[in-house]
């Protein structure tokens, strides 16, 4: 069965730390790019980091740039997040993605969800 899982998510004050993990299951992650997403309540689910496969490039995006990092583990077929120094802001369900596209195909899966909540 093919499956990502994400874990490590809950609440922390602002200025802790959380890191995500998303195992994968079913498939090798090793020619996918893998991606963080997040939706807060009321918003629209935004991209907030992506690994590639091969070089293992990041992006960021701006509001989380300098504190999130994104990192990959083909070995264990699990991509993590770490988030340091957390803002409320960054109160969200993060979902972990893979794709890979081909000239013909597409493959793309989903996580379930894990949610993040910082408050003090």
């Known amino acids: 069965q093919v499956q990502l899982v994400e874990s490590g998510g809950g609440s922390v004050q602002p200025g802790g730390s959380l890191t995500l993990s998303c195992a994968a299951s079913?498939?090798?992650?090793?020619?996918?790019?893998m991606r963080w997403y997040r939706q807060a309540p009321g918003k629209e689910r935004e991209l907030v980091a992506r690994?590639?496969?091969?070089?293992?490039?990041?992006n960021y995006a701006d509001s989380v740039k300098g504190r999130f990092t994104i990192s990959r583990d083909n070995a264990k077929n699990t991509a993590f997040l770490l988030m340091n120094s957390l803002k409320p802001d960054d109160t969200a369900v993060y979902y972990c993605?893979?794709?890979?596209?081909?000239?013909?195909?597409?493959?793309?899966?989903w996580g379930q969800g894990t949610q993040v909540t910082v408050s003090s």
């Open positions: 993605n893979a794709v890979r596209r081909t000239v013909d195909w597409v493959s793309e899966y």
């Open positions: 079913g498939f090798t992650i090793s020619s996918y790019v």
């Open positions: 690994i590639t496969s091969v070089s293992g490039s990041t």
